[in-house]
């Protein structure tokens, strides 16, 4: 079973093509969360986590998930992490969270995708997203054939890169930049919801026809990248910058 998360569509689709590619099921994460369904989850094929690193670890909405659902049938975990750049020692954390939840880690790898963090980063242009895309074909392909030969990830590098970047800076990153505080709409808004809807937390509610943010937040650039009219904003971190966000 194929499990993801996404904000703006980089993790789904690596996700969708690892189902197709390994003729398993696709679960979206994301609305199990806004449905607060807790349900057990069964499979009598691994489990595959699909889901984009956040500060070079598994997102902390991802891990809540992990540990308080029941995973039935099958105990073997993979991590597959969509990133910009790479996933530091994010693998070393997901170990200690399968441990936690007695299931069998199998190792991460890493996948790169067009970046989309742009509270703090710049998303690239059209042109160089679609480049990376066709670039992460091949190392979707080979994640699936160890998968499917039931095979070890490789293991990451224990540098003290890694380590300081999911270690120190993910401890720092929390607390310092995942906030719903500073979100807003600019004059363009159209009133459609669509930022409510793709909000895997429910936390933007419609008043009226304009959106307000409530105190939970991932900062999964749903909202931002997925605005029809490009009308909503971060702060000033975000004003003028290219949004991404990868339909289907």
């Not at 308080?68 to 969270?97: P, R």
């Not at 699936?144 to 993910?170: D, H, R, Y």
Request: hydrophobic share 35%.
């Amino acid at each position: 079973m194929i499990l993801y998360f996404s904000g703006t569509g980089n993790s789904r689709y690596v996700a969708k093509r690892m189902g197709e590619e390994l003729g398993d099921e696709v679960v979206s994460v994301n609305e199990r969360l806004k449905n607060k369904n807790r349900e057990a989850l069964r499979s009598q094929t691994p489990f595959v986590v699909v889901s984009p690193v956040y500060a070079w670890r598994l997102p902390r909405v991802v891990e809540g998930f992990i540990l308080e659902t029941a995973f039935e049938g099958n105990a073997d975990v993979y991590f597959v992490l969509t990133c910009g750049g790479d996933v530091g020692l994010a693998g070393k954390y997901a170990k200690k969270l399968c441990a936690k939840k007695g299931l069998a880690y199998h190792g991460l790898m890493g996948i790169r995708m067009p970046e989309n963090y742009i509270a703090m980063y710049q998303a690239p242009c059209k042109e160089e997203a679609r480049e990376i895309i066709r670039r992460a074909k091949e190392p979707i392909q080979h994640a699936c054939s160890l998968i499917g030969g039931k095979k070890e990830f490789p293991e990451q590098e224990s540098t003290l890169a890694n380590v300081l970047k999911s270690g120190m800076v993910n401890d720092l990153f929390y607390p310092l930049f995942v906030t719903a505080k500073g979100y807003h709409t600019t004059s363009a808004c159209i009133g459609c919801g669509k930022c409510a809807a793709l909000c895997p937390l429910n936390n933007i509610r419609m008043e009226g026809k304009q959106p307000v943010w409530g105190n939970e937040c991932t900062q999964c650039m749903a909202c931002i990248c997925g605005c029809p009219a490009k009308a909503v904003e971060y702060r000033k971190k975000t004003h003028g910058k290219e949004r991404y966000y990868l339909e289907g």
